[in-house]
């Protein structure tokens, strides 16, 4: 190796820049055949480390936000869940919603892409730069009896606070106990104007009293959940039944 390549491999290790270490060789030659200047070549070197050091925070944010499955909104079929405008969905994607700190509602029957939503739209706040985490209802509750438990439900609660989203996937297919229902509003109202969450259901809001046990309790909690919130309501057969055909009668029994 020459003196000034090992030099810049050292210095590139100091830096802890091995994006631009990589790229170095291919970006110097395409300069000199393309007779870039001094600064095209400095910008396009920095790029490649800025560039390398999104994608991985990206990924890293991905990662700790726990989603069960990667879902993208390019992979849903609008053409299926027709219920939904495609613009308004994508308009989502470009999260206005969470730097206005406001929420997102899911509603609608199983399989209908709820979750896939709530995800797709996590992994775009990951990518842009933002905390995520994601739970379901059950988990959520269970992660806030904990603290509680411990007497650090009020750190807990402000721990939450700093993650911009949260997603709490299927409210309502457990009914909550009051302690449940309880740590719940706590949730949805320490956010309140200050951090987003996106919440899915398979429970219209009508059938929120009895998942929280009492009407006064739900409609306190929908009140807060609302006043700033995209509410989206999906309908439909279930995706995942997508490929039967589910308009032909039932075969015959056998004689
Ligand atoms: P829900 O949460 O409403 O019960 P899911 O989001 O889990 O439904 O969807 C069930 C499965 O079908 C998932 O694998 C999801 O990716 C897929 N799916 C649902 N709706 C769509 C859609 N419109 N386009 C593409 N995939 C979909
Ligand atoms: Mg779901």
Not at 5 to 27: G, I, M, N, S
Not at 132 to 149: G, M, P, S
Request: with cysteine; charged share 25%.
């Amino acid at each position: 190796m020459s003196r000034p390549t090992t030099e810049l491999a050292h210095l590139f290790r100091q830096l802890k820049a091995p994006a631009a270490a990589a790229a170095l060789p291919k970006l110097a030659d395409r300069a000199r055949s393309e007779e870039w200047t001094y600064e095209q070549f400095a910008a396009a070197l920095l790029k490649t480390e800025t560039d390398s050091r999104d994608s991985h925070g990206g990924q890293a944010r991905i990662k700790a936000a726990r989603f069960p499955a990667r879902k993208t909104l390019e992979e849903f079929d609008f053409a299926f869940q027709s219920s939904l405008r495609r613009d308004t969905v994508l308009h989502l994607g470009q999260l206005d919603f969470l730097h206005g700190k406001e929420n997102i509602v899911l509603l609608g029957p199983p399989g209908t892409g709820k979750t896939h939503l709530s995800i797709a739209l996590g992994i775009r706040a990951c990518l842009a730069g933002h905390r995520v985490l994601f739970k379901t209802a059950t988990e959520w509750v269970a992660l806030l009896a904990d603290a509680q438990r411990q007497s650090r439900l009020d750190r807990e609660l402000d721990r939450l606070q700093r993650i911009p989203l949260l997603i709490v996937d299927e409210v309502g297919y457990i009914p909550f106990d009051p302690e449940a229902a309880n740590l719940m509003f706590m949730l949805v109202s320490r956010r309140y104007e200050r951090a987003s969450l996106i919440v899915t259901s398979n429970k219209p809001f009508s059938g929120w009293g009895e998942i929280f046990g009492d009407d006064v309790t739900a409609a306190a909690m929908i009140d807060r959940l609302v006043h700033h919130a995209e509410i989206l309501g999906l309908k439909g057969d279930s995706y995942r039944l997508k490929d039967r055909d589910l308009a032909r009668p039932p075969a015959a029994p056998h004689a």
